[in-house]
């Protein structure tokens, strides 16, 4: 018996209205009629404009702060289940609090998990997102969830340009896993700078393991937050003697003088992707866009077809 397909619509939050428009453009469909309604004490409440009865409905939104992108997408999950949609898939390219992934200390919470058990109970049958913080966050689903990797975008990008000693860097000891899964497309060695931190976003020492003499040096990352730990490892390679040093993060929070400090850095760019929207545009910070492979992921989970086939470089 032939496969049966769902009609297909793609619905954006506004806090990726930008790159939902890129996806629906390279999806080939128009994204559907969603209004957002405001009301004078700061509550909101999404409605669609159009009917999604029996449809497989793709809800795009990023959960970057403020915390109402979590809400909004959490409230256009529950109209879309309460208008009897087929199937709801979260498109969430940055998953919010996913730095929160484990008790680091006592008597916090884990709200990586929380904002997973807020969806599942909301109502979505899936997820898909980009370079979790953590991989293991794909556990705390118990649906299917589909990981992006942002490195078939990253990857064709630092090969274009022809570094002649290419070594691929990981900021702290967390991302060494990053960073050697990058060295594989390249052949290259990979050095770690090893930190320790005050508290969150203060660090008080780095030092380098490994040789970065004369070497191109790329830092890989998830996510720049303050830049204050790439600007460091940046300025440290540097001294140690490397020929230039750029930097690959997935998710550009860049809070607070994050711009600032990319800008003041020895960085010669910081390449980061359209899954949060730039606050401000910096003549240091490459854009490169996902709206692409989302388009062919939400295409081959609608017919059924394999993830893991868009992986390849």
Known sequence: MPLQFNPVKLFSGTGSKGLSLK??????????????????????????????RGSDVFLIQSTYQPSDNLMELLLMVDAAKRASAHYITAVVPYYGLARQDRKDKPRVAIGAKLVANLLKSAGIHRIMTMDLHAAQIQGFFDIPVDHLDGSVIFVPYIKSLKLKNL????????????????????????IICDKRRKRANEIESMSIIGDVTGQDVVLIDDICDTAGTLSKAAALIMENGAASVRAVCTHAVLSGKAIETIENSVLTELIVTDTIPLKQESPKIRVLSTASLFARAIANVNEHGSISDLFRV
């Open 23 to 52: 996806i629906a453009e390279h999806y080939g469909k128009p994204l559907g009629s969603v209004t957002i309604h405001k009301f004078s004490d700061g509550e909101f409440q999404p409605s669609f404009d159009e009917s999604i």
């Open 167 to 190: 070594t691929i860097a990981s900021p702290d000891m967390g991302g060494s896993y990053r960073a050697r899964t990058f060295a594989k497309f390249f052949n290259a060695e990979v």
